[in-house]
């Protein structure tokens, strides 16, 4: 797994690359945030930021979408996979809710609401500037961090490699989940740019592969 690697120390040049980048969903408020995060599980950013503006315009808070109906949404999202099942839990949150300033900003009661999981709160709590009760891991990071050694190159399952990477890494660098995630888009993909990637001094997977 971590093996000898110092992954707190190892991990700074990520974070001083990444740290405070905007997340890829192109969101204007924490509304807006909360609504383009539960859309965008399966689905990818840029779908999600080619229908946001539409969307928003018909529906610009919490108190209108409470109003709606889950078929008053499906215009605007039906390009979005499983959106009926999405537009049943936006609805739901915002009758929950009520009203913008009442969106929770903390994990628990974040995870509380529809649709929402660990990954998904800590994006909100990141994207609203919070401090961080977790570490992002998205499909990127599922990829990244095994390939780094970081975790077992065998792990697969989020909530163990968050788990894990909250135990090795001290809570001011869990903001290495979304760089580990803007690494993957940029460098580390399914085919990944070893050579120019700035981890692949500590990494077990360039390593392996020299």
Known sequence: MSGKTNWPEAVRPLLKKYKNKKHPLDYQNVYQLVVMVVLSAQSTDSVINQLAPELFRALPGIPAL???????????????????KKADWLIRIAKKIKKDSDIPLNLDALTDLPGI???????????????????????????????????????????????????????????????????????????????????????AFYKESK
């Open 66 to 84: 409470s109003r709606a109906t889950a078929e008053q949404l499906f215009p605007y999202i039906k390009g979005v996979r499983g959106f009926g």
């Open 117 to 203: 999981g660990r990954k998904s709160a800590n994006v909100i709590l990141r994207g609203a500037g919070m401090a961080p009760e977790g570490i992002i891991v998205d499909l990127h990071v599922i990829r990244v961090a095994p390939r780094l050694g970081i975790v077992p190159a065998t792990a697969t399952d989020p909530k163990k490699i968050e788990q894990d990477l909250m135990e090795i890494l001290p809570k001011q660098e869990w903001d290495a989940g979304m760089a580990m995630s803007f690494l993957g888009r940029e460098i580390c993909r399914p085919k990944p740019l070893c050579e120019i990637c700035l981890m692949n001094k500590v990494c």
